[in-house]
Each structure stands twice: as structure tokens, then as C-alpha cells.
């Protein structure tokens, strides 16, 4: 489960977009704002230098949103907040294995909810009119 200052953040901008599937993959990044002495702690080697790369904006603390759409729609989502890279372009290239490990999360829920949508409108819209010689605790079940 995200934690609620990505889903609502606003401030995303897509970087990258691709096919997968049936869904159009999007990434997209946006700022974190979040206290580094919260994410990162203080003592560790390097930390100094993290500090003044962020500072002086050779670095940039971010939010990776994944996005799987289908027909306008998104029907599957991942996060992963603290990325510390030049641009969110450059972190795609150099970690492709957490890029793709939120591509794969995004598609799956994707996947997921087009199932759970399917049986829904069958339920809502074929109703027991098709299925009016079975008992209806059947259908239920078969839909649930």
C-alpha cells in the first residue's frame, strides 16, 4: 500500500511511456519533500556529501509513480519514494532491475482489476437473466 502523500502528489511528471501488454506503462517523478534525517541517517558515511549534492541541485530526491492504463483509465499503480539521482531519466537507466520491479507490480494490479471488472459487469450487466435455470447462490459464488 502507498502511503498517501504519493497518491497525492500532484506534482508527477511523466518521463518515460511505453506499451506493455494491453496497458500503457507510464513513470513519472515528482519532488520529495520528505525531512532526509526521517529517510537517511545522519551518521552514515556519505551522508554529508548526499546533503550537498541535494542542495546544490546536482542530486534530486524523488517519488517514482508507475502507472498502468488502460483506455485513459489506471488500473494499477507502484511508488517508491527517496530515489536520490542527477533526473529520474538517468535513475531508469542505472537501476532498470527496481524500474522493472515496479513496472511488473503495476502491471499485475493491473491485471488484477481488469479480472475483478470483468466479473462486475458480467454480474451488473448480463445479470440473472442468463444464468436463470442456475441458483443464484451459484452465480454469486462463481462471481465472488
Not at 63 to 73: G, L, P
Not at 80 to 96: F, N, Q, R, T
Request: overall charge negative.
Amino acid at each position: 500500500m502507498a502511503h498517501t502523500f504519493f497518491e497525492n502528489n500532484t506534482n508527477y511528471g511523466v518521463e518515460q511511456q511505453f506499451e506493455r501488454d494491453q496497458f500503457t506503462i507510464e513513470i513519472a517523478f515528482a519532488n520529495d519533500d520528505t525531512q532526509l534525517d526521517l529517510l537517511f541517517d545522519t551518521d552514515m558515511e556519505g551522508y554529508d556529501e548526499l546533503v550537498e549534492n541535494l542542495e546544490s541541485g546536482f542530486w534530486q530526491h524523488m517519488i517514482c509513480r508507475v502507472q498502468a492504463i488502460y483506455d485513459d483509465t489506471v488500473m494499477g499503480e507502484s511508488y517508491l519514494g527517496s530515489i536520490v539521482a542527477e533526473s529520474g531519466a538517468k535513475w531508469i537507466v542505472e537501476d532498470p532491475a527496481q524500474v522493472e520491479d515496479l513496472v511488473d507490480d503495476a502491471v499485475s494490479q493491473a491485471q488484477q482489476e481488469a479480472v475483478r471488472m470483468i466479473e462486475v459487469l458480467k454480474r451488473d450487466f448480463l445479470g440473472m437473466k442468463v444464468f436463470k435455470d442456475i441458483d443464484p447462490k451459484v452465480v454469486d459464488n462463481e462471481f465472488n
